[in-house]
């Protein structure tokens, strides 16, 4: 090895403030989005060393003093266990006795409650400001089931790092009475009968969360988006590709080449849509007995923006299985694809166009493999999380993503 090729600084393992604006210049998008990622990059610069594990004594104490900043009166926090589950984050269940978030209840009243903390990096850098904001808004209007969300630490200033505190929900992902190996929801089966019932809930429910008008949000967290233009579009283009350029350990020209095919194809958004951007099977809870949905989870993601960018995740060939006849393909393990397209157009009254789904789908694959190739990658070279096995997967199958990648592109070219 050369002197020259020995000393070279890899800038985004140690990034220095002029990298950092470099690409906030190249990429603009959202505000929040670029405050977390600059603030992503920030940390990275100052925590040099690899993830320590958090005990639950220090994730108490830190929950402590976030509630101690929110809460009046006087509370205390039982029963803390670890919570499985959760991807990338770390989650602690507990029990809050309180007496309401005033303090004004004269009873103590018992709360359970989860918290979800980021390690050190996760492999997706998350706004609990966003998530919070949203997830609100769904609960007060009544659009889906969600866990209530209480508060958040939104830069690690009570506990180790980012955090936000949620009431319990009950319910599962997935039947316990078959047997399930799956990572992450990948081709989840609900089994016949369990399908018949949960399939129309969850098209309902989709159906509710995108016929929102979320055009006149007026919410910290999210820029403006309208009706009739682009611009949410390729802002969203920018983060990931941000991401890439922060996260990535080599050239990849597939993404660079998908990056610029998206940006001169955006379409407008016709109507503003809350997009939870991971929606699929293994990604809401429900009662086994009452084969009803309980909660929508992992809101990390949220956007405003174009339902059929949900839409093409949700029929996604990696979330699905053929049915008992062996022929028949369940889009997460739910119904046929056009079947669940149909249902959707009627619950909603908006049409499912077929050109703006194969757009999604190419930036849905471009964004899933930025994650794998890119931050699964950069975060399992720095040791930076608690998840080095699920982390190394992600980081496994960059290849297989890329290859669909350039099947899903070349489909939406002809």
Request: with cysteine.
């Amino acid at each position: 090895m050369s002197n020259s090729q020995s000393n070279t600084i890899d800038y985004r393992q140690y990034p220095t403030d002029a990298f950092i604006e470099q690409l906030r210049q190249r990429f603009p998008t959202d505000a929040e989005v670029d405050a977390v990622l600059t603030r992503k990059m920030q940390n990275r610069a100052k925590r040099t060393g690899t993830y320590t594990p958090v005990t639950l004594d220090e994730l108490v104490e830190g929950t402590r003093k976030l509630l101690e900043n929110k809460v009046s009166g006087e509370f205390r926090l039982e029963k803390p266990r670890w919570l499985s589950g959760g991807a990338s984050m770390l989650q602690m269940a507990f029990e809050l006795h309180w007496h309401g978030e005033d303090g004004s209840s004269s009873e103590e009243v018992v709360t359970p409650m989860v918290l979800r903390m980021c390690p050190m990096e996760p492999v997706v850098e998350t706004s609990f400001l966003r998530e919070a904001e949203i997830v609100q808004v769904v609960a007060d209007a009544g659009i889906m089931p969600v866990p209530k969300s209480y508060w958040i630490d939104e830069t690690g200033e009570f506990l180790p790092y980012p955090a936000i505190v949620y009431g319990f929900v009950t319910g599962v992902a997935k039947p316990s009475a078959i047997p399930s190996t799956q990572v992450t929801g990948v081709g989840l089966n609900f089994g016949p009968e369990l399908r018949k019932k949960l399939a129309p809930q969850v098209v309902a429910q989709i159906a509710n969360l995108h016929k929102f008008d979320a055009s006149a949000l007026d919410i910290a967290g999210f820029d403006k988006v309208e009706a009739g233009s682009n611009e949410s579009v390729v802002k969203e283009i920018n983060w990931w590709h941000r991401v890439w350029e922060e996260d990535r350990g080599e050239e990849e020209p597939l993404i660079q080449a998908a990056a610029n095919w998206l940006k001169r194809n955006a379409p407008p958004v016709d109507h503003v849509s809350i997009v939870h951007n991971d929606l699929r099977s293994g990604n809401f809870l429900f009662d086994e007995d009452k084969a009803e949905i309980t909660s929508w989870l992992d809101w990390e993601l949220v956007s405003l923006g174009d339902r059929h960018q949900d839409l093409g995740w949700l029929t996604a060939y990696q979330f699905g299985h053929f049915a008992e006849d062996g022929e028949t393909y369940l889009a997460s393990g739910l119904m046929p694809t056009a079947d669940l397209l149909k249902e959707y157009e009627k619950a909603t009254g908006l049409p499912v166009d077929p050109v703006r789904l194969k757009y999604y789908d190419v930036m849905n694959t471009w964004k899933a493999a930025i994650i794998c190739m890119g931050t699964g990658y950069r975060v399992s070279k720095g040791g930076k999380s608690h998840q080095d096995v699920v982390v190394c997967w992600l980081s496994s199958i960059s290849y297989l993503l890329l290859a669909g990648l350039k099947k899903t592109l070349e489909e939406a070219m002809a």
